[in-house]
């Protein structure tokens, strides 16, 4: 049996533009030359975690533990 999943999504949602994630870090520095940058759009802390975080951080994380991974998989599509 098929649902006709237009009937279950409002129409103002089925209006709304796609997400198009942003490239990765080190591909807008390269584009716009600059050697540090801070995504504010992405919802990233760039202080990382208070102390007592960063040590648990350590016991359970990669380095980057402050960082959110790629979600977009910008590098997997490439090839």
Known sequence: ???????????????????????????????????SLYRLNNNENPLGPPPGAQEIIRRFSPPRGAVYPSGDSFYLRRK
């Open 1 to 35: 049996m098929k649902t006709n999943l237009d009937i279950l999504v409002p129409a103002y949602v089925r209006e709304f533009e796609p997400y198009i994630p942003s490239k990765p870090d080190c591909e807008l520095k390269k584009l716009y030359g600059c050697p």
